[in-house]
Nanobody, 122 residues
Framework: VVLEESGGGLVQAGGSLRLSCAASGGTFGNWHIGWSRQAPGKKREVVASVAIDRRYTEYADSVKGRFTVSRDNSKNMAYLQMDDLKSSDTAVYYC????????????????WGRGTQVTVSS
């Protein structure tokens, strides 16, 4: 499966963005989906994940209550709604596909997209 992110940009603190992840070249419904981010000089971290059946989601403490992950298997799409953005959310955001395990751990992901830049100005 090949993943491509979109929807990044520049936003003021307190604002919102919705990232999209388009999948192609495989059966989207076979994969759990996660979103990770990497800020300059920092380690990459998984911030949200959604299971194949959409019933199970998980979030990093740093985004809990502000980010919402979702997916539409009929459209081969996943989304990350980001509200109340902070300058600390500035990073490149990636979507990834996993066949299971700890969906909040980077090493359980089979592939990642190229990323989309999110910049939050204070």
């Amino acid at each position: 499966v090949v993943l491509e992110e979109s929807g990044g940009g520049l936003v003021q603190a307190g604002g919102s963005l919705r990232l999209s992840c388009a999948a192609s070249g495989g059966t989207f419904g076979n994969w759990h989906i996660g979103w990770s981010r990497q800020a300059p000089g920092k380690k990459r971290e998984v911030v949200a994940s959604v299971a194949i059946d959409r019933r199970y989601t998980e979030y990093a403490d740093s985004v809990k209550g502000r980010f919402t992950v979702s997916r539409d298997n009929s459209k081969n799409m996943a989304y990350l709604q980001m509200d109340d953005l902070k300058s600390s959310d500035t990073a490149v955001y990636y979507c990834g596909a996993s066949d299971g395990g700890d969906l909040m751990a980077l090493n359980f992901y089979y592939t990642w997209g190229r990323g989309t830049q999110v910049t939050v100005s204070s």
